[in-house]
């Protein structure tokens, strides 16, 4: 069972920035590309980040592209969100996924995941 934990979120002010964390629960992320997705009040799940298992590869929505940076720490089982100049409209609850076989393009666009969403962590942008 793919399960993954979202950490990190919070309120922060426009322009602030805030590090999310997505830890592995009971496999290793070694071979699973992992992504970043969110969901603001009324829309659909955005992919926003993806990463794959080796880190050579990510993508970047246009909406977060300067902004946001992908890593993995593959030892610590954990992936990262740097979240810079974060605005208002980056407000939502953020999740990260899993998937053992998608490319990061096919993965964030299609929000392919292995397992159900998580429960995500909230960020707020507001001042």
């Known amino acids: 069972q793919v399960h993954v934990v979202e950490s990190g979120g919070g309120l922060v002010q426009p322009g602030g920035s805030l590090r999310l964390s997505c830890a592995a629960s009971g496999f290793t992320l070694d071979y699973y590309a992992i992504g970043w997705f969110r969901q603001a009040p009324g829309k659909e799940h955005e992919g926003i980040s993806c990463?794959?298992?080796?880190?050579?590869?990510?993508y970047y929505a246009d909406s977060v592209k300067g902004r946001f940076t992908i890593s993995r720490d593959n030892a610590k089982n954990t992936v990262y969100l740097q979240m810079n100049s974060l605005k208002p409209e980056d407000t939502a609850v953020y999740y990260c996924a899993a998937h053992d076989r998608a490319t990061v393009q096919a993965m964030c666009r299609n929000r392919l995941r292995r397992g159900d969403w998580g429960q995500g962590t909230q960020v707020t942008v507001s001042s």
């Open positions: 990463i794959s298992s080796s880190g050579g590869n990510t």
